[in-house]
């Protein structure tokens, strides 16, 4: 167990719906990650937040969007959804250095139909 | 459980036999290199990770090894165990750019009894 909680494990919608991951980062890091995995992309970056700014930006679409709240958890909010959003949505928390490691989360199976 | 990909290269290994598994990195300027597992289910676990100042580091029962001349990374599993089966990821980061990881396609770890 990495300490990191996402919830819900499995989430199922149709296209066009909007949906929110949740992400509870271990205690005392202050660093969350978003990544997507899928079949063909493999384990992409999304965005990082640090202390509830933003921090890093990667190949995140302008439909996905996220935030960190004062207690440190996180939400991946995806909006306008297609089928080709369907993937493994995971998160990471690390502490503030930067070669602090990355704990993942378990991951939220994501399915549009 | 979920598959992570269906074209991941595999590496069948017979138990007690030691496993290699390769990665070649693209960004001569990483820095920082990480090795994970990932089960089928669940998030990527860490295993090791290396310095671009060092060539070779030990854990227990896995080597990494480094070689920037040719942007290789390799890890060595001593004595493979069923419960090493999984895919393998590598993972790199230029410090400097922030802390966004960039992952390797994987490889899958097949261990025979």
């Known amino acids: 167990d990495s300490g990191v909680t996402q919830t819900p494990k499995h989430l199922i919608t149709a296209t066009g719906q909007r949906v929110t991951l949740r992400c509870s980062p271990r205690s005392g890091d202050l660093s969350v990650y978003w990544y997507q995995q899928s079949l063909d992309q493999g384990l992409q970056f999304l965005i990082q937040y640090y202390n509830g700014e933003e921090r890093a930006k990667g190949n995140i679409l302008e439909r996905f969007s996220a935030q960190q709240f004062p207690d440190l958890h996180s939400e991946l909010n995806l909006s306008s959804l297609e089928l080709g959003d369907s993937a493994l949505y995971f998160c990471a928390s690390s502490g503030m250095g930067n070669t602090d490691t990355q704990y993942f989360g378990p991951g939220t199976r994501l399915t549009v139909l | 459980g979920e598959s992570v990909g269906l074209h991941l290269p595999t590496l069948s290994v017979q138990e007690g036999d030691n496993s290699i598994i390769n990665c070649a990195y693209s960004?001569?300027?990483?820095?920082?290199f990480i090795w994970y597992k990932q089960e089928s289910g669940k998030g990527p676990q860490f295993i090791i990770d290396?310095?671009?100042?060092?060539d070779k580091r030990q854990g227990q029962r896995v080597t990494v090894l480094l070689n920037k001349t040719v942007k290789h990374l390799s890890l060595q599993i001593a004595a493979t165990q069923p419960g090493d089966s999984a895919v393998y990821f590598c993972a790199e980061k230029e410090r400097a750019a922030g802390n966004k990881l960039t992952f390797g396609g994987g490889t899958r770890v097949l261990v025979k009894p």
């Open positions: 290396i310095r671009s100042n060092m």
């Open positions: 960004n001569s300027a990483s820095d920082y």
